[in-house]
């Protein structure tokens, strides 16, 4: 399962998919221009085939941008790669790429920085190396060329973080409202229940009294009105009793749509919920601690486990309540030390329950959140 992760960075999105495509360009003109015989070409391939593996390797970044010690990697792959070719009008398009690249991977000023040292090491082998008749307007031209490229692509990384940000958003919006209609529902099923214990219960259990007080005199117990309406009064009660012992069985909150809202905010990686059991959650801060929390794990598992699939299930039972959430991604050295998970331990021990958290054996991330039951659902 790691090997197939980390070869997920080769699967080309269309922004990548232009760097593959550019590569496939230099690669073939390389080639067809290359005039040291076979080494020359041989040590051309070597070259080229490092820079697409470093390519590659943080090709996924221009669909969810990171930066860790893999991008560290393949961005020096890519740049010695290319540093090392050989004077060639195909050479500098490489540069266009690294650019892109920079832009994807780097926040705007480390990406601005690292293309500057770029181009002051492009010149210093134009004058040196390559021995350009004219290497500053060289440098100018292809200069604009990555300016452009890396300006464009800033753009596209921060109308993805905005348009990311604005899913999460509009799913807690929606999560909240179905967490307050819900508690709306659950409120008025409490005081219909009551309403029907305390004022029609009563009321039914009074009239069955009198009932049988005057069935004590003599012959009203023998008429037929008398026991149809016995009858009819224990009948009301049992029905009344079954209706409000119902009502009671759906007491709680069900959060099961608020979690949905809030998975569908995230269009990758792939999220499995399990939610198909019936799950009542006692009282609206409790609900939406669950909710928050199942969030706060989503969140996590997207932006920093760089997890190609997520499990989410509530489950219940007579002795607790439990949500966990799980990644196969990479585990954060330090996972519980998170201000998101920080926060989340502190609302959910003021409600009584506990966080639990811990990295799989088989790589990935697991979050969960337990609260004791209080009741049977």
Known sequence: MRSARNLSGFAPTPLS???????????????????????????????????????????????????????????????????????????????????????????????????VLLNVAFLAILMTRWRHDDPWFQLFIYGLFQVFALLTTLDRMRAQRISRDLREVN????ATRELLAESAR???????????????????????????LLGQEGGISCRHEWLVSRALVTELLSDLGS??????????????????????????????????????????????????????????AVRHAQARNIWLSLDQDATALCLEVRDDGNCPPAHGAGYGLRGMRER??????????????????????????????
């Open 17 to 115: 998919g232009a760097g593959y495509l550019a590569w496939t360009t230099v690669a073939i003109g390389l080639w067809r221009a290359t005039a040291h015989g076979l080494s020359g070409r041989a040590i051309a391939v070597v070259l080229m085939l490092v820079f697409l593996i470093g390519f590659g390797l943080r090709a996924r970044a221009f669909a969810e941008p990171a930066s860790d010690a893999r991008d560290v990697l393949a961005l020096s792959l890519m740049v010695a790669s290319a540093l090392a070719l050989g004077p060639s009008i195909f050479t500098p398009i490489l540069l266009i790429v690294i650019a892109v690249a920079f832009g994807a991977i780097c926040p705007a000023g480390s990406a601005v920085t690292a293309l």
């Open 348 to 377: 959910v021990a003021l409600l009584g329950g506990r966080v639990e958290t811990d990295a799989l054996r088989a790589g990935g991330f697991r979050l969960r959140v337990i609260f004791p039951a209080e009741r049977q659902a």
């Open 186 to 212: 659950d409120g008025e099923r409490l005081r219909v229940s009551r309403e029907l214990h305390d004022v029609a219960g009563h009321g039914l259990t009074a009239l069955a009294l009198n009932l049988e």
């Open 243 to 300: 209706v409000v012992a119902n009502l009671r069985r759906h007491d709680g909150i069900d959060v099961r749509a608020s979690l949905r809202r809030i998975a569908e905010a995230f269009p990758a990686p792939r999220i499995h919920l399990d939610l198909t059991k019936p799950v009542r959650v006692d009282g609206a801060e409790k609900a939406e601690a669950i909710v928050r929390a199942g969030q706060e794990g989503l969140t996590n």
């Open 171 to 174: 799913a807690q919006l929606l």
